[in-house]
């Protein structure tokens, strides 16, 4: 007896000339679908999911960016401690890394970082910080 499989729905892709490919042009920029289907947007805010995508997008092939908080904050027109907040679960999270210019700067490089492929650890942030 043969088994068929059921048939996959026909995808349409509205536009085909414009199919979204990583390259030079492109930059680096891509967010890991990991962060919806492991319960990540759960946790995150609004403002949270806005640094991190700004980071992504402004990120080398390595993933780090070398953007200041008060550019962040510009480009996204978010307060000071509201940038300030979100990096800082960014962080507790294990989403991003930090690591100062200097050992006196006050800024630095963020680094985008693997997805931890258990989803996100509320134990990890900042007490008082959680959703």
Known sequence: MSRR????PRIV?????RVRA????AGFGWLDARLI????????????????AFLCLVADRHGVSWYRQDRIRTALA???QVVWRALGRLE????VAYQ???????????QVLAVDPRGPRLDL???GDEP
């Open 5 to 8: 499989r059921p048939k996959s």
């Open 13 to 17: 892709v509205p536009h085909p000339e």
């Open 22 to 25: 990583l390259g030079a042009a």
């Open 37 to 52: 289907r492991d319960g990540w947007l759960e946790v995150l805010t609004a403002e949270d999911l806005a640094v991190y």
């Open 78 to 80: 978010l307060e000071e």
């Open 92 to 95: 507790a999270l294990g989403l």
């Open 100 to 110: 100062p210019f200097s050992i006196h700067a006050s800024e630095g490089f963020r």
């Open 125 to 127: 942030l900042l007490a």
